[in-house]
């Protein structure tokens, strides 16, 4: 069973770009979540998808950040304009169900902003 | 306010020995608790679970103790491997209101000595 998947896996831009980041979830997966791991902490939840709906973002940054997942499979995430304290991994994960307990992870897009 | 608390960034134990990582929380509603690993350039992968109506779940080596009126879980890992190596983070979860959503904590850098 393929994982979750992630691209890029590097990304290094200067403050005031956009970037944008990509995660394809493990086949069947209704639920998608994006995380923020600045170095030093644990993931914190940004943004969970159910299907292609939108279950909880309340600690998305939604002046700068946005997400979706057009068709319920992939989702995209980006940042525009960026800040230096952006700079952080993000991480991709999903499950099959809100309350299945597990979630896979992918590796992540660890982001530089300069 | 930290929900998942990992008080201690980092612990070294000779290969063999027993690891103990330690894991409190504050929010009384988390009724599942789990343990990730995550190795240096990959996303953290699923360890172990335990759900609030149990005390103790083992899988192997690896042994996750709740205390549910201190608010302490702990994973001890029996014996330790230098495989073992990496960044264990300790998660919670509500089943009630929270969609699922895992509250992680800093994480615990485990090194195992030869």
């Known amino acids: 069973e393929a994982g979750v998947a992630q691209s890029p896996r590097y990304k290094i831009i200067e403050k005031r770009q956009s970037v944008a980041f990509w995660c394809n979830p493990i086949s069947g997966h209704a639920t998608l979540y994006w995380y923020q791991q600045i170095l030093g902490q644990g993931p914190k939840l940004l943004i969970q998808f159910q299907n292609n709906g939108v279950v909880d973002d309340s600690q998305l940054p939604k002046d700068r950040f946005s997400a979706e997942r057009l068709k319920g499979v992939d989702s995209t995430l980006k940042i525009q304009p960026a800040k230096l304290e952006d700079s952080a991994v993000y991480l991709c994960?999903?499950?099959?169900?809100?309350?299945?307990?597990?979630?896979?992870f992918g590796p992540g897009t660890r982001l530089t902003v300069l | 306010d930290q929900q998942v608390k990992q008080n201690s960034p980092s612990l070294s134990v000779q290969e063999g020995r027993i690891s103990i990582l330690n894991c409190d929380y504050t929010n009384s509603m988390f009724d599942y608790f789990l343990w990730y690993k995550k190795y240096p350039a990959e996303g953290p992968t699923f360890l172990i679970s335990i759900s609030s109506i149990k005390d103790k779940n083992e899988d192997g080596r690896f042994t996750v103790f709740l205390n549910k009126s201190a608010k302490h879980l702990s994973l001890h890992i029996v014996p330790s491997q230098p495989g073992d190596s990496a960044v264990y983070f300790c998660?919670?979860?509500?089943?009630?209101?929270?969609?699922?959503?895992?509250?992680f904590g800093k994480g615990t850098k485990l090194s195992v000595k030869p």
């Open positions: 998660a919670a979860s509500a089943s009630q209101g929270s969609q699922g959503n895992l509250i």
């Open positions: 994960a999903s499950s099959q169900s809100p309350l299945s307990g597990e979630q896979f």
